[in-house]
């Protein structure tokens, strides 16, 4: 149990479809990230919140929209996604963005687009 | 160029063997964290340091700032540490990957 809670753990989509991942952690963390991590790369960062609010946006595409109504939760909402989108996903948390605190991770949602 | 490099990209051990995993950074940081990933793809923390060394059972690493580097040691390694193992230095604010090392460690 990692106290970062991703679900769905797999998704197949096709790309006309919509669908949402959501991430949930129960760590009393105030900020949460999305990171996508494509084979034989580095983890990439897309968002940022801290205190709900959006501090970064990687410059990622439209079709990749967040959420985060708390502190707790965090949504990435998925529509007309591409072939190349295909990856693993992965939320984590930590005490608050800026003060130096480690990662949480949770167990990531891997996406296939077909 | 990643900000961040790893090596070797790919290991394989005997189980008991001592193993050494080595990062290299170019950028000003804080911090640095050692992560593990296994194949389920969950990634878990193993060490996040300033300075000098932190042990943890098998697991130590070492930090030297001034030179950029950072090392993971695994004593007796098993087969149970089979993963892919990725450094992560980091600011308050940033946080930057390596690639990561595939241990696989053979009984």
């Known amino acids: 149990e990692t106290g970062v809670t991703q679900t769905p753990r797999h998704l197949v989509m096709g790309m006309t479809n919509k669908k949402s991942l959501k991430c949930e952690q129960h760590?009393?963390?105030?900020?949460m990230y999305w990171y996508k991590q494509s084979a034989k790369k580095p983890l990439e960062l897309m968002f940022v919140?801290?205190?709900?609010?959006?501090?970064e946006n990687n410059s990622v595409p439209s079709r990749f929209s967040p959420e985060c109504p708390n502190s707790s939760h965090l949504f990435l909402h998925l529509h007309t996604l591409q072939p190349e989108d295909s990856a693993l996903y992965l939320c984590?948390?930590?005490?608050?963005?800026?003060?130096?605190?480690?990662?949480?991770f949770g167990n990531g949602t891997r996406l296939t687009v077909t | 160029k990643n900000e961040v490099e790893q090596s070797p990209q790919n290991l394989t051990a005997q189980e008991g063997e001592f193993i050494t995993i080595n990062c290299s950074y170019s950028?000003?940081?804080?911090?640095l964290h050692w992560l593990q990933q296994h194949p389920g793809g969950g990634i878990v923390s193993l060490f996040m340091?300033?300075?000098g060394k932190k042990k943890h059972g098998r697991l130590i690493a070492t930090i030297n700032i001034q030179e950029k580097h950072s090392s993971l040691h695994i004593t007796a390694s098993h087969p149970r540490d089979s993963a892919v193992y990725i450094c992560?230095?980091?600011?308050?604010?940033?946080?930057?990957f390596g690639t990561g090392t595939s241990l696989t460690v053979i009984p």
């Open positions: 984590a948390s930590s005490q608050g963005q800026g003060d130096n605190s480690p990662l949480h």
């Open positions: 760590l009393g963390h105030n900020a």
């Open positions: 919140y801290n205190f709900k609010e959006q501090t």
């Open positions: 950028v000003g940081i804080s911090a």
């Open positions: 340091l300033s300075s």
């Open positions: 992560a230095p980091h600011t308050g604010n940033q946080f930057y």
